[in-house]
């Protein structure tokens, strides 16, 4: 059994103990509804199984314990932060902003209109956890109307564990390299973007670039979703640390990286979003919220910029004067 402590597990997997532990009548049912609920809206708690040192999963419903509430000490060799916390909660109510960058993005077209265009290729885009290909519809969209063979992932739902999902999106790198004979860039929002990160230091040959819109890559655990997970189930959520495994995912990638994040995320701290700046690596700040990430205008016309960079020429995000001013800083 894992190591990682577990929180509501379907009553096929040690209903004694559920009952005897929480003090909760024999309810299957309803516990198992529970169980499929959360799996479809807080996805991020399966990590702690793929960051613990067994991965194997105990429970049946493949739910495990959510990362510990004060964020993962991570490697100050590769210039993150320790101690990490979450967003407030007032960023947390916030986050509804985000929507307004909908019609924004509508009326942004024009703009858009004069985004970089480079070499038409294949882009893999990756939904965030609990999402699916449905999200993505814009920001494909558009990469499309600038001449890429934007694609989804075809996966359905992103609930799974990374142990399942980074095998299968491998070998889709794979074969879309094969077949198209040119390298894929990868882009990702949220959570998921942990998947394209591992996708590419196993595909360093066939991934052009890793583009993350809020990916909280440098310090999964500050976030929010253990909060949400609280209020839904009553249930705390305190986990072992890995603070080796993190460190893993903190390291530099083998192919260009572009971390685009926002100030007012809040779903996940926005420094555990940040690259350190490197050759082929960097990050650029938008003004929007974590959901407003795949829709706002400006984040999609840094992603076109750098999707326009010839392959092995990658150079830093450098706005030109008339759009500057929807890119507040530079890290």
């Known amino acids: 059994m894992s190591s990682w402590p577990r929180i509501a597990s379907c009553p096929s997997w040690d209903q004694d103990r559920w009952k005897s532990d929480k003090g909760h009548s024999s309810n299957p049912t309803g516990v198992r509804d529970a169980c ?55 960023n947390l109510a916030l986050e509804g902003r985000g929507l307004l960058d909908i019609p924004a993005l509508l009326a942004a077209a024009p703009f858009l209109s004069m985004a970089p265009r480079g070499k038409p290729h294949i882009v893999l885009v990756l939904p965030g956890m609990g999402a699916n290909d449905r999200s993505t519809l814009p920001l494909r969209g558009f990469l499309r109307w600038l001449g890429y063979d934007a694609r ?76 949400i997970w609280r209020l839904l189930t009553g249930e705390p959520v305190v986990a072992a640390n890995n ?61 076109a910029d750098r999707l326009a960079q010839p392959d092995g020429a990658w150079t830093p995000f450098q706005p030109s004067a008339p759009v500057a001013p929807f890119f507040p800083r530079r890290r």
């Open 152 to 227: 989804g992932w075809g996966r359905g739902r992103n609930i799974r564990l990374p142990t399942m999902e980074i095998p299968a999106i491998v070998g889709t790198v794979k074969e879309l390299f094969e077949t198209s004979g040119t390298r894929v860039s990868l882009i990702v929002w949220s959570l998921g973007g942990i998947l394209a990160r591992e996708v590419a230091r196993n595909t360093p040959a066939q991934v052009r670039m890793v583009i993350t819109l809020g990916s909280p890559f440098a310090a999964p655990s500050a976030n929010n979703i253990r909060t």
């Open 243 to 303: 603070t080796g495994r993190v460190t893993e995912l903190a390291k530099p990638l083998p192919v260009p990286a572009t971390s685009i994040f926002t100030r007012s995320d809040g779903v996940v701290a926005w420094q555990a979003c940040l690259e350190q700046e490197g050759p082929e690596r960097e990050n650029i700040e938008v003004n929007t919220t974590h959901i407003g990430l795949g829709f706002h205008a400006p984040a999609f016309w840094a992603i």
């Open 36 to 90: 499929t609920q959360a799996r479809v809206l807080f996805p991020y708690l399966q990590l702690g199984d793929w960051l613990g040192a067994n991965r194997k999963s105990g429970a049946a419903c493949g739910i495990s314990k959510a990362w510990e509430g004060n964020a993962v000490v991570t490697s100050r060799a590769y210039g993150h932060q320790d101690g990490l916390t979450p967003p407030s909660r007032l």
